[in-house]
């Protein structure tokens, strides 16, 4: 299957695509304990279509009463990329335990919508800090479609600097439950120190191994099916 090959030319495009932006803000990246870092939504799409990409509010997820946006880089531009700030509330070298993102209730369209979602292999890219932070938006478990409802941010820094971060899911709901109607989106946030330093911290995303170990070990098992 060309599935893993597909997977793992998208992930480095991720990275090449955010790394101009990461040359342009070095000086920028300094952070005091528990200072707030956005978690900026970029974009979600299929890992057999690549080409197709669209916003993340697309998807009945949580969205803000106001959106704000932030300017892009043209790699960043050219890759689909459409910045909205999230809800999510993480601030620097502070562990976060699970807190409820949204609740939302799911109308059959809502259900539909994340189902195709499933079905299509469709993930989702964040921006953290300017690094690309990439999950999948669900699951096809013995024939079930289930979408993920819990994200743990894992998160590195060294010194006043963030070196990397990824999302681990968790908490899958059927959606081929015709009597699922509201949906709780958690998240919590765990840092660990790091020794790598900020100038390397984007050639770990162009490693293979990095890209494979920083994907849930199921996700990567799906476009390995």
């Known amino acids: 299957s060309a599935r893993p090959l597909l997977l793992l030319l998208l992930l480095l495009s991720f990275s090449f695509s955010f790394a101009p932006r990461v040359a342009e803000a070095k000086g920028v990246h300094k952070y005091d304990e528990r200072e707030g870092i956005v978690v900026w939504a970029a974009k979600i799409g299929s890992v057999s279509s690549p ?17 704000r946006g932030k300017p892009l880089s043209l790699g960043q531009a050219a890759d689909g990329n459409r910045f909205v700030a999230t809800q999510y509330d993480v601030a620097f070298k502070v562990d976060a335990p699970s807190a409820v993102l949204c609740s939302r209730r799911l109308s059959a369209e809502d259900r539909a919508a994340f189902r195709r979602a499933v079905e299509n292999d469709f993930y989702f890219l964040l921006d953290v800090d300017s690094l690309p932070v990439w999950g999948f938006v669900g699951r096809q478990e013995e024939g079930v479609n289930e979408l993920w409802t819990h994200y743990s941010f894992e998160m590195e820094w060294n010194a006043n600097r963030v070196i990397s971060a990824s999302v681990v899911p968790g908490k899958p709901v059927s959606l081929d439950d015709a009597g699922l109607d509201a949906i709780d989106f958690t998240y919590d946030v765990v840092w660990k120190e790091t020794k790598v330093t900020f100038g390397k911290r984007m050639e770990r995303y162009r490693n293979h191994q990095f890209l494979e170990d920083h994907m849930d070990i199921h996700w990567y098992s799906i476009v390995n099916s």
């Open 51 to 67: 080409a197709s990409t669209y916003r993340y509010h697309s998807l009945p997820y949580c969205s803000p009463k106001l959106e």
